[in-house]
């Protein structure tokens, strides 16, 4: 007897967009492991710098490009808030990522969709039913499981981690206000524009000079990022999201690998429980978000 799957999933953009959801999650976990390996030699704030720096450069051809003028815009000061904000999450979550198993650390960033539904109810003023109240409560319950602040408390690393998840989800609330009159392209240049001298700041007391390895791995490190973030778009172009935002979850497992090959981390069975419930419930919310959308977009104007 024949099996037949879901008419979606046989279509060629879906299943590239599945693709390219997988290698964003290994982008991201090469990424994270790089910066792991680096921050035994570099401060963290010095990394972060770097990998704002490359991701400039990636778009310095575009900038050429258009002649600039992307860059028109009359929400300065809210572009540089977005900057500010992304700058601060990547500052605390590479500090904590030189303190927390890469596992516990990729769990733990699972909880950004839910931070930035919360907000999204509060600043947004953006309805939320009992299904969506339930399921963020779901999430921070499997925090706590990973967490687990019974026992001997929560370690630094951790709190950093957590607490970069809701800074970026607060740039992302930024970024929806942004997007209202500014293009994606103007929005995600102007981010790495004011990146790159907030991540300098930062930087300048920790500073020193990379040699040619360590620049090496830099490179590297800004390649992973800018990778993770076009296989993220692309992925999301060619797919439904209710198709491709379970392979996010291959983040943890790719973490898994990387931490114990390289760096001899055995992940508790807690921060995978704790990382299947925040999954869990952050992917159901994402998919109810975009079946909310699809329901008004398909929904009859009034006359």
Not at 44 to 67: D, K, T
Not at 174 to 187: A, G, H, M, N, P
Not at 248 to 263: E, H, N, R, T
Not at 277 to 288: C, G, K, L
């Amino acid at each position: 007897m024949s099996h037949s799957v879901p008419s979606f999933l046989a279509k060629p953009s879906t299943l590239r967009g599945m693709l390219f959801m997988l290698l964003s999650a290994l982008a991201s976990a090469c990424m994270n492991g790089s910066v792991r390996h680096v921050s035994g030699s570099l401060h963290p704030f010095e990394i972060a710098f770097f990998r704002s720096f490359f991701g400039l450069l990636v778009f310095a051809p575009l900038l050429v490009q258009s002649g600039f003028a992307r860059l028109r815009t009359k929400r300065l000061r809210l572009h540089a808030l977005r900057g500010g904000l992304q700058v601060g999450a990547m500052l605390q979550f590479f500090t904590g990522l030189s303190l927390t198993p890469l596992a516990k650390a990729a769990a733990l960033q699972f909880n950004i969709p839910l931070f930035t539904t919360l907000l999204a109810f509060v600043v947004l003023r953006e309805t939320m039913r009992i299904r969506r109240i339930s399921a963020l409560i779901l999430g921070f319950v499997g925090t706590l499981i990973i967490l687990r602040p019974d026992i001997g408390g929560v370690d630094l690393g951790s709190s950093l981690v957590v607490s970069a998840a809701a800074t970026w989800a607060t740039a992302i609330i930024v970024i929806k206000f942004l997007s209202r009159t500014e293009s994606s392209v103007t929005i995600t240049v102007y981010g790495a524009v004011f990146m790159t001298p907030f991540a300098l700041l930062a930087a300048l007391p920790f500073w020193q000079t990379p040699n040619l390895e360590q620049l090496a791995w830099l490179g590297f490190i800004g390649a992973m990022g800018s990778a993770n973030n076009l296989c993220i778009a692309q992925a999301f172009k060619e797919a439904e999201v209710s198709a491709v935002m379970p392979l996010d979850f291959s983040k943890l497992i790719w973490a898994s690998i990387i931490g114990y090959v390289f760096f001899a981390e055995v992940p508790v069975i807690w921060t995978w429980v704790g990382g299947i419930v925040i999954f869990s419930s952050a992917t159901y919310i994402t998919y109810r978000e975009s079946r909310v959308k699809e329901l008004k977009a398909d929904r009859p104007s009034k006359p």
